[in-house]
């Protein structure tokens, strides 16, 4: 399915993710808040809900194909018109989402693309100015990608806050919930 690049906006992507990170610290078993190992956890945690920014990388393949449909031309007849496209591969690797959030500041494409899973595709006349085409489509998606690599850096520390606010207080509500049943006549099990 074609569509445009950049559509979604980073913030809200950012909130999806902090959001989906809190529950799988609040899921944590009980005991685990007490362990030395709990730091780790935390950080693998953290570790999953990192956004890996696509980069280009590898070589670009290019397939030719011929589109007929019916248009009119100069002297106002209509006619098939048959135009050759080249639709190009430009490979990533990284996560393909990326390509669909907006940084904050960005140049603006119009292209419409196919977003596969380790390949980005665009379409192109095959004619002689075909090469330059896909070469600034392709420098302006990087420049895109790389205002959205520094946004995602400088916001990455919310996301390991957000964790670590979380077990802070799942271990907070743990420590009150023991020190309530120490006072128990009967013995709670965990």
């Known amino acids: 399915m074609e569509e445009v690049l950049f559509q979604k906006s ?19 078993d009980r005991k685990l808040f007490n362990d030395p190992s709990l730091g780790g956890v935390l950080q693998s945690i953290a570790k ?28 106002g007849d209509y006619r098939t ?8 591969s430009i490979p990533f ?3 393909a989402e ?29 004619n002689d100015a075909a090469d330059k085409e896909v070469q600034d489509f392709k420098n302006m998606v990087e420049g895109n990608l790389q205002i959205l690599s520094n946004e995602y850096q400088q916001h ?11 077990a802070t207080q799942c271990k907070a509500q743990i420590d009150a919930e023991d020190a309530r049943d120490q006072t128990r006549s009967f013995r709670v099990k965990n």
């Open 98 to 126: 990326t390509f669909r959030i907006a940084p904050s500041s960005m140049t603006v494409l119009f292209k419409r693309v196919r977003i596969g899973r380790n390949a980005l595709t665009v379409s192109v006349v095959d």
């Open 10 to 28: 980073f913030y809200q992507a950012w909130q999806l993710q902090m959001q989906a990170a809190v529950p799988e610290v609040q899921k944590l």
């Open 48 to 75: 999953k809900y990192e956004i890996e920014v696509a980069r280009f990388q590898g070589e670009m393949t290019a397939e030719r194909r011929t589109e007929e449909r019916r248009g009119e031309d100069g002297w």
């Open 93 to 95: 690797v990284g996560g």
């Open 81 to 88: 018109i048959k135009t050759t496209w080249l639709d190009v």
């Open 156 to 166: 990455k520390p919310q996301l390991e806050q957000a964790i670590q606010q979380a």
